[in-house]
């Protein structure tokens, strides 16, 4: 984990360590801060969850789910929030529920890796939004609860709304 920075010596004037989004696609992860680094990756997904973890100038150095690190330019990133399920662990599944509740019957149960949407975080609950969108069918969006730590793209004490 990177050391918080506070945010009045960072360009932006936001806080480092921070969660965000891509914004549009495709996206060019480079190397370096600037046009002129070599392309390391691309993403071909918006609303990614990155964890932005350097600034210069008007460049963003992420960290991807994968501990991949590379720069984009801060008009590619968005402030909406999104994160994976337990992706550390393949195994794990856990339950969307209607509330913050561990005993309340779960309305869909959520595969490790899979991306949901972030509305609020209160420090132990997020309140999510899970589509699935199964090949040659209609998305369904389910809304419900999911365990702050369960979740990759908001820090574990973090609250927000």
Not at 21 to 36: A, C, D, E, Y
Request: net charge negative.
């Amino acid at each position: 984990m990177v050391a918080p920075v506070l945010a009045q010596d960072n360009p932006s004037g936001l806080p480092l360590p921070r969660f965000a989004t891509t914004r549009s696609t495709p996206i060019n992860v480079r190397v370096g801060p600037g046009t002129r680094y070599d392309i390391s990756w691309i993403y071909v997904k918006e609303g990614v969850p990155v964890e932005i973890i350097q600034e210069f100038d008007t460049w963003r150095r992420i960290r991807d789910v994968d501990g991949s690190e590379g720069w984009v330019h801060q008009n590619l990133l968005s402030g909406d929030r999104a994160a994976y399920i337990a992706p550390w662990d393949a195994t794990i599944e856990v339950p969307l529920l209607p509330d913050r509740n561990e005993e309340a019957s779960a309305r869909a149960i959520l595969a490790s890796g899979f991306r949901v949407d972030l509305s609020e975080c209160d420090g132990s609950w997020c309140e999510v939004s899970a589509t699935h969108r199964p090949e040659g069918e209609r998305a369904a969006t389910y809304h419900g609860y999911v365990r702050q730590d369960q979740l990759w793209g908001v820090y574990r004490t973090e609250v927000f709304d």
